[in-house]
């Protein structure tokens, strides 16, 4: 459907009775243009609900209480302002409205960051059990962080663990620094900047868990617009996408300690990463919620240190 201008959606959402019906207007509105969901949402409605609570500024708590109530004219200008982008430019809506949601915690984000998506989110709210088993307060290492969602949650999960948070991206850890912050986690976190485990020499973790870029070349040219705001360097890696992947496979181990495990987020490479390494025992989780190709691993069973 063809692009629409914000004094149209304004002047289609003015006639929304309560602020009930105002989701329900937005919803239509995002369903009749062909977008992609994915960046927090899979689907009109819930991309409306989060919209226009964001715009005007209301908890999802007070859902309830507001939802029959007559929303205030500059909320309605607000809402048109973000669903014009959210149309017009595919603008994916975190990016918008600046906040993301992960395990069920909030996190600033923009575009200096991926927006979280991992289902390593319902693994780190079972505190990664039964398979992490550490003796005393579990280490963690959070390896490409971008706005530190992982790691952050984490520790926010894990009373007492320590995490490390890692990314090569300057701006994105300044970004993951806010979210440390927001969470008020700066006494259990410590956010380094690195390529790999460049600037970790010596560190000794109970499990490392990443969601490293992974997207192969081909693939980057077949995303959704939303992708195209995400930065790149946080998507696409080279040797059809594996590159990050086998640095990771590689070199875990020697900051691995003994009974330390591996968890790594590999999506649509995961054939490939089979493939390559057949000889590697991995597990692939499943996730109540859906997600997949993310695989666990045990130090004894990594692939030869390279
Ligand atoms: C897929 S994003 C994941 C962000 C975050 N973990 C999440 O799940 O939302 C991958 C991240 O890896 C970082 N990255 C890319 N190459 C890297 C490298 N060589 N060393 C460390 N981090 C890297 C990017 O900057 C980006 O923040």
Redesign the pocket.
Known sequence: MAEVDTASLKAILVSSTSIGHLVQTVARELDQHDLFYGHGTDNPDDEAYSLVFAALDIAFDDAEACWDQLPEADGIEKVAGLLSQRINERVPLPYLTGIAWFAGLPFHIDRR??????PIAQLLEQGYSPWLQPQGAPRVL??????G??GIATAAYMEDAKVDI????AS?LALARENVALHELEDRIEVIE???FGALQGRQYDLIVS???YVPHDSMLKLPSEYSHE?V???EADDEGMA?VDKILRQSSRFLKENGILVVEVGEIQQAVEKRYNETPFTWLEFERGGEGVFLLNRADLPEPG
Do not use: E, F, W
């Open positions: 960051a991926l927006i979280p998506r991992s959070d390896m490409c962080t971008g706005n969602c992982i890692a990314d090569i991206s994105a690195s390529d790999l969601n490293p870029p930065p360097m946080a998507l990050i």
